[in-house]
Nanobody
Framework: QVQLVESGGGLVQAGGSLRLSCAASGSAGSITAMGWYRQAPGKQRELVED???????NYGDSVKGRCTISRDGATNTAYLQMDSLNSGDTGVYYC?????????????WGQGTQVTVSS
């Protein structure tokens, strides 16, 4: 089992920045990837950005050039730096982790943290 604790969400003005954090514990040593998804009201959940343990990243087209994900392997914490925020970035941001437990791969999700961008 992996437990995730997210922090850093809140209210920010358009053009501003936020940094989200996600700390993983439990069977965190088996993590192969960490990432962030988001869900806006009335929309499907979408990828923001993710990162593997070897540093490979993937990002959603809507955040291209505005978000940077990083990972501290020593503390199993992932960070998402978001810049030039706009109202389209409003939503609940979920941390996700892929971990291998007993030779099986599992996805774990955090509770979500609200990000609201005011215009």
């Amino acid at each position: 089992q992996v437990q995730l604790v997210e922090s850093g969400g809140g209210l920010v003005q358009a053009g501003g920045s936020l940094r989200l954090s996600c700390a993983a514990s439990g069977s965190a040593g088996s993590i192969t990837a960490m990432g962030w998804y988001r869900q806006a009201p009335g929309k499907q959940r979408e990828l923001v950005e993710d990162i593997t343990v070897v540093g490979g990243t993937n990002y959603g087209d809507s955040v291209k050039g505005r978000c940077t994900i990083s990972r501290d392997g020593a503390t199993n914490t992932a960070y998402l730096q978001m810049d030039s925020l706009n109202s389209g970035d409003t939503g609940v941001y979920y941390c996700t982790v892929v971990a291998v437990v007993s030779n099986k791969e599992y996805d774990y999700w955090g509770q979500g943290t609200q990000v609201t961008v005011s215009s």
